[in-house]
Structures are given as structure tokens and as C-alpha cells.
């Protein structure tokens, strides 16, 4: 796929066109058999194997040893896929793969592509392959799994199926989680780049995604306050990737079974929350100040149910705890992190506010808009 640059040398041993490959090239740079357009992996790989096993007479019953071998500047992921197809492709041809093995085994240095070699094998040859050795690089065995195990799935969680009387408050209460779902959709590169810099960068990308997943939710899903949160639970489980997928469902979950057996008051939805964000420091192990979401919660769940115990309805606690959580989140940019990817940024991190704890001022301040 492209050529290596020699140090002595100071520049590379041979030049490629734009979309142009060479096949059959030496490990040095040797010319090669002939060069041709890109292709996709499959098509490369089934053009080099080709080659092999009409050159070498490999046919339907031989048994074989396969290596796929990266160059030195192929990631594995690109060999696994050329794998994949080269395992295919003998399968297709009733050839029998004994051992496979896939890595960097012989390199040119940071030479992008790879080699594909098959050995006819028999019992000894395979006892010779499967010996011990001292060998450092040498990748073991390389048994091929041949029979596929199929694994049947555990059935579903059963899901809301409705209730005869939707509850007066629902509507609204669907409403805000689309709500929330139109705010991370529009806060997503946002997200993106708060976590790239103290962290994998993925949260704006995973929040977008629970958002699609809250507005597929079916109908059914918002009769009732403690069943939407389970619906609500279960799919940013699911769509939601990271630790921030299971600490919001622990959190929904949690909150909804409170509220299962609760009149759907202030009081119960201000408790419901406290609940849920004990749930997501139970899981995490974080506490205020350790640069978290759980400084945004925290002071929100603290100032939520003071607010509402004071008598003040439900949007004006929510608007201070809003508030508090916005202070929470404003202060983690001083913190040095604890736990998750970030703390092994240490005092690097700091400067930035922490991407968990602005995603909850984010989503609070879209659910008080649309509370009003």
C-alpha cells in the first residue's frame, strides 16, 4: 500500500501513485508482480490467495496454515478484516484451516500493507507448529474455531405496555425528555470537545445516541411516571456507551421504582431524583469533588429537595437546583480528577469543566424550559 522510508537512506525506496497498490511487492521494496487500483480488502485478498493456491496446487480436502502478516504500518483491526476474508475465502474452496495466525511477524519498518502466506500441513508438520518455544514473538498455537456456536439471546425485559388511564402528567413528562433529547442532539460537538480534552472525546457522540433512543420510545413507554423511567432506563442503557449509559439507567431505574408505589407530587419527584443520584455515586464510587457528574448532581438533589420541603413548586426547585447543579459543573474545572479517564491527566485536566457534569446542567436546564 505504500512504501518505507530507510533511515540511512532519508527518503523512501519507491513511490506509489495516488489509489495505486503493488502486488507481489519484496519486503525490501522489491518490485512487485504488477500494480493495480485500490480495492477493497476482500478483493485484495481473494486476488492474493488466488495466486497462492493456483501456484502452490492448494485445493478442496488439502489442510493448510494460514499467516496474515501486517508490514509494520497496518493496524490490527485492518488484518483482522483481511483475515476474516481470507479464512472465507479457503472455506469457499473446501480447504481446511488448521492454525492462522495474524500479526506483525516480518516488517519493513513503517510499510503500510500486508503478506499472505499459506503452508500445506499434516499431523507432523502440525506437531512441529504447536511444539514449545523459548521464541519471544512467536503467537502460540493458532487454533481456527471451524464450528460456529450459536448462543441464544436471554429474552427480553418485559416492557410498559401501557396503562388504560394515562396519567394527566405524562404528556409533559414526555415532552421534557424530548426535550432533552433536542438539547444533546444541539450540544454535541460541545460535549465532544470538553471530553477530548479530559477524556476519550466519545460523550457527545454516546449522548446523541440516547438521544435517538428517547425518541424512538413507543407510546406505551409514557403512561406512568415510575414506567417511563424504567423505558427511559433500560434504552440509554443500551444506546448510551461509556460509563455514562449505565450511571443514567441506574439513575432512571432507581427513581422509578420510588415512585412506583408514590402519589406523584413534588415531594416524590423531588425524593425520586435525590434517590437516583445516590444510586449513580453507589455505582461510580465518586463523591463532590472528584470531578464528576456527580458534582452537578449532587448540589441539585441537596438543593431540589430543600426547595420543595420549603414549600416552593416544583419549577421554581427545579430552577435552583438547576442553578446549583450549574455551579457544580462550573467548579469541577478547578478540580483535579479522581476517577475515570481523566484521572490520569491529574493536574493536566484542570482549566476545562468536567463533560459529565455540563451534559446534567444541559439536560436540567432543557427540562425546566420545557416545565416552564
Not at 519484496?26 to 478483493?43: K, T, Y
Not at 481470507?86 to 506483525?104: K, N, Y
Not at 472525546?201 to 433512543?213: I, Q
Not at 444506546?239 to 412506583?260: E, M, Q
Amino acid at each position: 500500500l505504500g512504501p518505507c522510508t530507510v533511515p540511512a537512506a532519508g527518503r523512501p525506496g519507491f513511490t506509489l501513485g495516488e489509489g495505486e497498490v503493488e502486488l507481489g511487492l519484496g519486503i525490501h521494496g522489491e518490485q512487485g508482480v504488477r500494480r493495480v487500483a485500490l480495492q477493497p480488502a476482500d478483493a485484495l485478498a481473494d486476488t492474493m490467495l488466488s495466486t497462492i493456491v493456483e501456484d502452490r496446487k492448494v485445493g478442496r480436502g488439502d489442510r493448510v496454515a494460514l499467516m496474515v502478516n501486517g508490514l509494520g504500518g497496518t493496524p490490527p483491526m485492518e488484518l483482522a478484516i483481511v483475515t476474516r476474508r481470507a479464512l472465507a475465502f479457503l472455506a469457499e474452496r473446501g480447504v481446511t484451516v488448521e492454525r492462522a495466525w495474524q500479526g506483525t511477524f516480518l516488517s519493513a519498518l513503517e510499510m503500510p500493507g500486508c503478506s499472505l502466506t499459506l503452508l500445506k500441513v499434516d499431523d507432523a508438520r502440525l506437531a512441529r507448529l504447536d511444539a514449545p518455544t523459548e521464541a519471544p514473538a512467536w503467537p502460540g498455537r493458532g487454533r481456527v474455531v471451524t464450528r460456529r456456536q450459536v448462543v441464544p439471546t436471554r429474552a427480553a425485559l418485559p416492557t410498559v405496555k401501557g396503562h388504560p388511564k394515562p396519567q394527566p402528567e405524562m404528556p409533559q413528562v414526555r415532552a421534557a425528555a424530548l426535550a432533552v433529547a433536542d438539547a444533546w442532539d444541539a450540544a454535541e460537538a460541545r460535549l465532544t470537545e470538553l471530553d477530548s480534552k479530559a477524556g476519550d472525546g466519545d460523550l457527545g457522540l454516546s449522548l446523541a445516541r440516547g438521544a435517538a433512543a428517547i425518541r424512538a420510545l413507543p407510546e406505551g413507554a409514557w403512561a406512568t411516571p415510575s414506567g417511563a423511567l424504567t423505558e427511559l432506563g433500560q434504552a440509554l442503557r443500551r444506546s448510551i456507551g461509556g460509563s455514562s449509559g449505565p450511571f443514567y439507567a441506574t439513575a432512571l431505574l432507581r427513581a422509578a421504582r420510588f415512585l412506583a408505589s408514590k402519589p406523584s407530587d413534588a415531594a416524590a419527584w423531588a425524593k425520586a431524583f435525590e434517590v437516583g443520584v445516590e444510586a449513580v455515586s453507589e455505582l461510580g464510587g465518586a463523591r463532590p469533588g472528584d470531578r464528576t457528574m456527580v458534582d452537578a448532581l449532587h448540589p441539585a438533589a441537596v438543593s431540589l429537595v430543600r426547595a420543595v420541603r420549603e414549600g416552593k413548586t416544583l419549577g421554581e426547585a427545579w430552577a435552583e437546583a438547576t442553578h446549583a447543579a450549574e455551579q457544580g459543573a462550573e467548579a469541577t474545572a478547578s478540580m483535579s480528577p479522581r476517577l475515570g479517564r481523566a484521572s490520569y491527566l491529574g493536574e493536566r485536566a484542570k482549566g476545562v469543566p468536567d463533560a459529565g457534569a455540563v451534559a446534567v446542567v444541559i439536560w436540567m436546564k432543557a427540562l425546566g424550559a420545557r416545565a416552564g
